[in-house]
């Protein structure tokens, strides 16, 4: 039942991301097209280990005890707990389509997102579309 907390925002914003025809992560898997979510998938534990060495030098600080998982860590994180941040990384991608359409309505204009791969372009509506590279693949 942990696993569920930490995956329940993504089980939630995704579909409904897709009925709104905006980009979905499981939508695109069914496709076969996994790159946006490898992508995040993977930056969720980069992101993770440097937010963990921050915190293993803070003054004040998370310290991690789990019971049977204890016995490793990388900082003050156990290493199975790197693992959650991969449905994090997935959750902050599907917020993140969520949210920008919400945030150009009240600025009743589009949002454009700068990425090494491109350019990606959310309007009031929720669309996107990409102006370089892979950035807005759906």
Not at 36 to 60: D, K, M, Q, R, S
Not at 69 to 84: A, D, K, N, T
Not at 108 to 122: N, Q
Request: aromatic fraction near 16%.
């Amino acid at each position: 039942a942990f696993g569920l907390i930490w995956t329940s925002l993504f089980f939630l914003l995704d579909p409904i991301n897709h009925w709104l025809g905006r980009s979905s992560l499981l939508y695109e898997a069914i496709r076969g097209r996994l790159g946006i979510a490898l992508a995040f998938g993977i930056a969720g534990p980069i992101c993770g280990f440097f937010w963990e060495g921050w915190n293993y030098w803070a003054t004040v600080k998370w310290v991690y005890n789990v019971p049977f998982v204890s016995q490793l860590h990388l900082f003050e994180m156990p290493l199975p707990g790197y693992l959650g941040y991969i449905p994090f990384g997935l959750e902050a991608y599907t917020a993140t389509v969520f949210v920008l359409p919400m945030l150009a309505l009240l600025a009743r204009r589009e949002l454009i997102l700068e990425a090494p791969a491109g350019r990606m372009i959310v309007n009031a509506r929720g669309q996107s579309r990409g102006t370089g590279g892979d950035v807005a693949a759906h």
